[in-house]
Nanobody, 122 residues
Framework: QVQLVESGGGLVQAGGSLRLSCAASGSTSSINVMGWYRQASGKQRELVARISSGGSILYADSILYADSVKGRFTISRDNAKNTVYLQMNSLKPEDTAVYYC??????????WGQGTQVTVSS
């Protein structure tokens, strides 16, 4: 089992920045993908960014971003803290959504955080 706890959401003006954090606990050694999804009101949940473990020091992590956030958002992780971050810059009103942390284990089990609200005012 994996537990995910998000923090860092809030209200910000357009053009501003926020950093989301997601701390994982439990069977963290089984996680090979962590990422962020978001769901705006009335819309489907969508991938924002994810980082996949390379599996060893020989292989770099693989990072994927949604086209809508490329160049503005940066995903990173601190393995020692079992935490993944999402730095969001140049925020736009259309970034307003509930942001969910996601983790997938090597056995393809999916885990979700409780979600954190991000609201960008124009």
């Amino acid at each position: 089992q994996v537990q995910l706890v998000e923090s860092g959401g809030g209200l910000v003006q357009a053009g501003g920045s926020l950093r989301l954090s997601c701390a994982a606990s439990g069977s963290t050694s089984s996680i090979n993908v962590m990422g962020w999804y978001r769901q705006a009101s009335g819309k489907q949940r969508e991938l924002v960014a994810r980082i996949s473990s390379g599996g060893s020091i020989l292989y770099a992590d693989s990072i994927l971003y949604a086209d809508s956030v490329k160049g503005r958002f940066t995903i990173s992780r601190d393995n020692a803290k079992n935490t993944v971050y999402l730095q969001m810059n140049s925020l736009k009103p259309e970034d307003t959504a509930v942001y969910y942390c996601h983790a997938r284990t090597r056995w393809s089990s999916d885990y979700w955080g409780q979600g954190t609200q991000v609201t960008v005012s124009s």
